[in-house]
């Protein structure tokens, strides 16, 4: 049976989808922590230099991923390596191959249930951008739509941290939500075309944050 791939891409955004991903707060709660990240304009200057890091130093991997799909290895070794950072990379770990798990309890792709195999087998890193442009790919969705999907798990994962660390209410957050798609859709526009080899950090201090956070005295989040 065919399914619209706006079932899935909503499936897949609905936060009811088991990745893990409201554990992590991808350092904003270390740089809320640090005074970094004061009020509702101070959340979205952070918000958009994030969304501009992932734009440009993991989008890259969610295209090649998913154009290529047997080159999934490669690229997700070549993600790992461009990943010091000891906690991003093992948030990103976590995050990847939890949406592995759910997309093959989800949608029992068999190229889903071997490469879920093959990281076990194989001690691969599993990172989430190579799995969300493999999941993507699989399952029918475009690839601009897995690109989205991806750039809007990122914002609504950090938009819902601040609203548990007290930045910001539940209802302001939408509004913070809304007013960052343009945002994000500019950050599409400009990385949907670039390469792995074309990925760069362009915000060196969110990674000190994200880096400091296992030395956080008290802390939410896993990252």
């Known amino acids: 049976m065919t399914v619209n791939p706006d079932w899935l891409l909503w499936q897949l955004a609905d936060s009811a989808f088991p990745t893990g991903g409201f554990a992590h707060s991808g350092g904003l709660e270390t740089a809320w922590q640090l005074g970094e990240v004061r009020g509702r304009e101070g959340l979205e200057h952070h918000l958009a230099d994030s969304l501009d890091q992932c734009g440009h130093a993991s989008l890259p991997f969610v295209g090649a991923v998913h154009r290529e799909p047997a080159r ?4 997700d ?3 790992d390596a461009t990943v010091a950072n000891h906690v991003a990379n093992r948030a990103s770990r976590a ?3 939890g949406l592995l798990s759910g997309a093959v309890a989800a949608f029992g792709r068999e190229a889903l249930s071997t490469l879920k195999a093959s990281i076990r087998r194989e001690r691969l890193a599993g990172h989430l951008p190579t799995i969300t442009g493999m999941v ?3 399952v029918g969705l475009p690839l601009a739509g897995s690109q989205r999907l991806f750039l809007f798990l990122h914002l609504r994962a950090l938009v819902s941290t601040a609203i548990r660390l007290g930045i910001i209410g539940p209802l302001e957050a939408q509004a913070v939500q809304h007013r960052m798609g343009p945002v994000a859709e500019g950050v599409l526009g ?13 915000m060196p201090l969110h990674d000190l944050f994200q880096g400091h956070h ?9 990252s």
Do not use: V
């Not at 999934?72 to 690229?75: A, G, I």
């Not at 949907?192 to 362009?202: F, M, N, Y």
């Open 214 to 222: 296992d030395r956080l005295y008290s802390r939410l989040f896993m």
């Open 136 to 138: 993507g790919a699989e």
């Open 72 to 75: 999934f290895t490669e690229w």
């Open 95 to 97: 995050l990847g191959q």
């Open 77 to 79: 070794h070549w993600y």
């Open 190 to 202: 400009r990385c949907a075309d670039l390469a792995p080899a074309d990925a760069a950090g362009t």
